[in-house]
């Protein structure tokens, strides 16, 4: 990597430095009229098992101040600058440090998901070369009364979640249909166990599951993160013979009355244009939140020093 721009240092992140990035992505949200982030959110992520904080994040400090980080993991990078800190240059370089990252591990391409609302992070990748891919959208649902219970085709049924006992057939039947979309590359079992349900965010009793005999067919992940704030689902998926038939809309309704009964009037979840669900979403009276682009840079191998 080249020397981060004047004024300032870089080193890889550090476990005792948890609580500068989560300060730092909270004032970045602020700034860009987002919200939402816990502690949590990225704490599980560097408990996955192929995380290696040390090979694959980097911190760019002004003093003792996190200005800006970056991380790479399984395709994807993270980054985000400090408001105060932007203008100096600090976006251009993390850019360019997650190439390196990324090369060194191996890959060829790596893409960053940025708010619609942060210009000037969209316009700095486009100079950068990076081409736009996949829409993301943020939705979310005001509850104003209990919803009922939806029926399911015969032979389904809501099936109860045991932790560990039922985490790999839902795993492998949720990885399955993701790995449908253009692109996308499995971050494993080891590592989505760790962001998905090894979260203090996960009660059983809001991780929906429709069985066929005792095979999951169709699941929807919550997370309860409070009184304060709103309940999430955090993955949706539905086994592909399985589409069709409505279990798609039966997870969403009995997400919303399992929350509603957790006392959550406000349900959000997340979905892209690779998925084609986002009709189904708006259908059942979602309604879009916030938007974000994905752009994605190739890497061609970098040149040996002159």
């Known amino acids: 990597m080249s020397d981060p721009p ?7 992140l550090e476990p005792g430095d948890l609580d500068a990035v989560v300060e730092l992505e909270r004032a970045s949200q602020e700034h860009d009229g987002l919200e939402g982030l816990d502690r949590s959110d990225i704490e599980a992520g560097w408990r996955r098992p192929d995380f290696r904080l040390a090979a694959m994040s980097v911190g760019v400090f002004d003093g003792d101040l996190l200005a800006g980080y970056a991380e790479v993991f399984n395709g ?3 980054a985000s600058v400090r408001p105060g800190d932007r203008g100096r240059g600090i976006g251009t370089w993390l850019a360019r440090a997650t190439w390196s ?6 890959w060829r391409s790596v893409g960053q998901t940025v708010p619609e609302t942060a210009t000037d992070a969209t316009a700095m990748l486009r100079t950068l070369g990076y081409r736009v891919g996949h829409t993301s959208w943020l939705l979310g649902i ?3 009364r209990e919803p009922g219970t939806p ?9 109860g979640f045991a932790p560990v006992r039922d985490e790999r ?23 989505w166990r760790e962001v998905i349900l090894r979260r203090p965010q996960v009660r059983p009793e809001l991780v929906v599951v429709i069985a066929h005999g005792d095979r999951p067919v169709g699941a929807a992940i919550g997370f ?8 999430l689902i955090q993955q949706l998926a539905v086994e592909r013979t399985w589409r069709g038939g409505g279990l798609g809309r039966a997870l969403l309704q ?7 009964n957790a006392g959550r009037r406000t349900v959000g979840l997340s979905t892209d244009s690779r998925t084609g669900a986002l009709g189904l979403y708006l259908y059942v009276g979602m309604d879009v939140r916030a938007t974000y682009i994905r752009m994605t840079k190739e890497l061609s191998p970098e040149a040996p020093p002159a």
Do not use: K
Not at 101 to 106: H, P, V
Not at 224 to 231: I, K, M, S, T, V
């Open 6 to 12: 004047a004024g300032t240092t870089a080193r890889p």
């Open 151 to 159: 029926d399911l085709p015969d032979g389904c049924t809501f099936h």
């Open 254 to 260: 009995e997400s919303f009355r399992r929350f509603w």
């Open 101 to 106: 990252l990324a090369r060194e591990l191996g």
């Open 169 to 191: 057939a839902l795993f492998d039947m949720i990885d399955s249909a993701f790995d449908e979309w253009p692109g996308r590359v499995s971050e494993g079992f080891e590592n």
């Open 224 to 231: 309860d993160y409070g009184d304060e704030q709103d309940g």
């Open 142 to 144: 005001d509850l104003d």
């Open 76 to 78: 994807r990078a993270e």
